[in-house]
C-alpha cells in the first residue's frame, strides 16, 4: 500500500533539500554576475562643468580700425566696422569708450584727423559723448600703419582656456577608472559662454513683462476654435 501522506518526515525531507539547492545554484550565478572590481559611473565626481565653470568678470572688447597713410575719411567698410561695435557696446555696456590714437608713427597725421569722424559715427549710434574718451598711445616700434584703437569693458561670461592634455587619454586614468578626459566639455562651455546674450542671465533670472490682455485673449480665442465665422 502506497502512502501519500504529505505531512510524512520523508518527503519533508526531500522539499528541503530542494529549496537548499535552488539557493545554491543562485548564490553561485550572483556571486558570477558581481564582479569584485566593478566600477559604477554615477559614483565617480566628473563634471565637465565643475571643471570648466563659466564665470562673470570684466573683459576689455576692443575694435582696431585701419587707417592708412595719407587717409583723412573712413571707408564705407571702416565705418560698417565702427557701427556694429557701437551696437555691440549698447547691449552689453554703459561704461567709458575709448578712442586711442597712434603716435609716432607714419599715419599720425591721419589718424589724428579720421579720429573725429569716428567720435562723430559712435555718437550717431547713440553714445552719449560724454562717455567718449580720447586718447594716444606709443607706437614708434610698429614697422606699418597703426590702427586707431577703440575699446571698452563690460562684464562678460568666460571660461577657462581649452587644450589641457595633462594624460595620456590610452595609459592613463580616463579608461582605467572611467573618467572623462581633462579637456572634455572645454569647448562647449566656451561656446555656451560666447553666446549668451546677457551674462547676468547666469546669476538668476529676469522679472516678467507685464501682461498683455489683448494679446492674451486672442490667443486664447484661437486655442478654444473661436475665429469669430
Given at each position: ?6 505531512n510524512?518526515?520523508s ?24 564582479p ?19 564665470t ?8 582696431d580700425?585701419?587707417?592708412?597713410t ?34 609716432n608713427?607714419?599715419?599720425?597725421g ?53 587644450g589641457?592634455?595633462p ?7 580616463t579608461m ?44 486664447i ?9
Amino acid at each position: 500500500m502506497l502512502n501519500f501522506d504529505r505531512n510524512h518526515p520523508s518527503r519533508k525531507l526531500r522539499r528541503i533539500a530542494g529549496f537548499a539547492s535552488v539557493l545554491t545554484v543562485a548564490a553561485v550565478l550572483a556571486s558570477c554576475g558581481a564582479p569584485r572590481d566593478r566600477v559604477t559611473t554615477h559614483s565617480i565626481p566628473d563634471d565637465y562643468r565643475t571643471r570648466h565653470p563659466i564665470t562673470l568678470a570684466e573683459v576689455e572688447h576692443s575694435l582696431d580700425v585701419p587707417v592708412g597713410t595719407g587717409e583723412y575719411k573712413l571707408t564705407p567698410a571702416t565705418r560698417d566696422l565702427i557701427r556694429g561695435f557701437g551696437q555691440e557696446y549698447a547691449t552689453r555696456s554703459k561704461s567709458i569708450v575709448q578712442i586711442a590714437v597712434p603716435a609716432n608713427t607714419p599715419n599720425a597725421g591721419s589718424a589724428s584727423k579720421v579720429r573725429a569722424e569716428v567720435r562723430r559715427v559712435l555718437t550717431e549710434m547713440g553714445i552719449p559723448s560724454s562717455r567718449i574718451l580720447l586718447t594716444r598711445y606709443d607706437a614708434a616700434q610698429a614697422n606699418a600703419s597703426a590702427p586707431i584703437r577703440l575699446s571698452y569693458v563690460a562684464i562678460t561670461a568666460i571660461t577657462d582656456d581649452c587644450g589641457q592634455w595633462p594624460s595620456d587619454l590610452v595609459v592613463g586614468k580616463t579608461m582605467v577608472q572611467n573618467k572623462n578626459y581633462e579637456n572634455f566639455g572645454c569647448a562647449t562651455q566656451q561656446n555656451l559662454a560666447a553666446q549668451i546674450a546677457n551674462p547676468t542671465d547666469l546669476i538668476g533670472p529676469r522679472g516678467m513683462t507685464p501682461i498683455d490682455a489683448a494679446n492674451r485673449a486672442s490667443v486664447i480665442k484661437v486655442y478654444r476654435g473661436d475665429t469669430g465665422e
